[in-house]
């Protein structure tokens, strides 16, 4: 079972903010990375650290965190954003071990 | 451009064994971290092991170790995953992805495409 928990499913209609929330107690010593998944693809790495995006994601992506919860808002959401969302982190059983959170269906209607 | 590119999955039989191998281009491979992440039918995303640049940190999930081991050739820019004991609950599409360490989050940035594990009688 994963040590990070997502809600399952959000929705958003388009051209809104939906926040995407991560929670874990690692979270209180290490930042997540965020990773988007469509169907059939790899994951991609959209956002790491404490609010970092990679070369060539949108800025409508952005992170934050708060104690044990991580989020991740998207800020004018586009039908192309509709995938899975997971966050990781480090295992609270074993600090040297990943764990990802349990993943995030979102909807753009 | 980065390359990662998956091999080696297939069917096999319960208690059988199977060799993942994984090239990567484009990358000053040796520098990275390396993984195996496995993402079973319709479920979502499980770290398997990781391999640190020189292959000095070595790490494994609870539900793979003793029995699946990581290692990689930085001299030909691959990593391996040799699976023994294969049970059911490992049928998942296997990804190969390098990670860094970078304020204070494991960064998985390069990912291939995966390879399909099948096991079954």
């Known amino acids: 079972s994963s040590d990070l928990t997502q809600d399952p499913a959000v929705s958003v209609a388009l051209g809104q903010t939906v926040r995407i929330t991560c929670q874990g107690d690692?979270?209180?010593?290490?930042?997540t990375s965020w990773y988007q998944q469509k169907p059939g693809q790899a994951p991609l790495l959209v956002i790491y650290?404490?609010?970092n995006r990679p070369s060539g994601i949108p800025d409508r992506f952005s992170g934050s965190a708060s104690g044990n919860t991580a989020s991740l808002t998207i800020t004018g959401a586009q039908a192309e954003d509709e995938a899975d969302y997971y966050c990781n982190s480090r295992d609270t059983s074993g600090i040297h071990l990943v764990v990802f959170g349990t993943g995030t269906k979102v909807t753009v209607l | 451009e980065v390359q990662v590119m998956e091999s080696g999955g297939g069917l096999v039989k319960p208690g059988g064994s199977l060799r993942l191998s994984c090239a990567a281009s484009?990358?000053?491979?040796?520098?990275?971290?390396m993984n195996w992440v496995r993402q079973a039918p319709g479920k979502g995303l499980e770290w398997v092991s990781s391999i640190s640049s020189t292959s000095n940190y070595i790490y494994y999930a609870d539900s793979v170790k003793g029995r699946f081991t990581i290692s990689r050739d930085n001299a030909k820019n691959s990593l391996f995953l040799h699976m023994n004991s294969l049970r059911a609950e490992d049928t998942a599409v296997y990804y190969c992805?390098?990670?860094?360490?970078?304020?204070?989050?494991?960064?998985?940035?390069?990912w291939g495409q995966g390879t399909l594990v099948t096991v079954s009688s």
């Open positions: 992805a390098s990670s860094r360490y970078y304020d204070s989050s494991d960064n998985f940035d390069y």
């Open positions: 484009g990358f000053t491979f040796y520098t990275y971290t």
């Open positions: 650290g404490q609010n």
């Open positions: 690692s979270l209180r010593n290490f930042y």
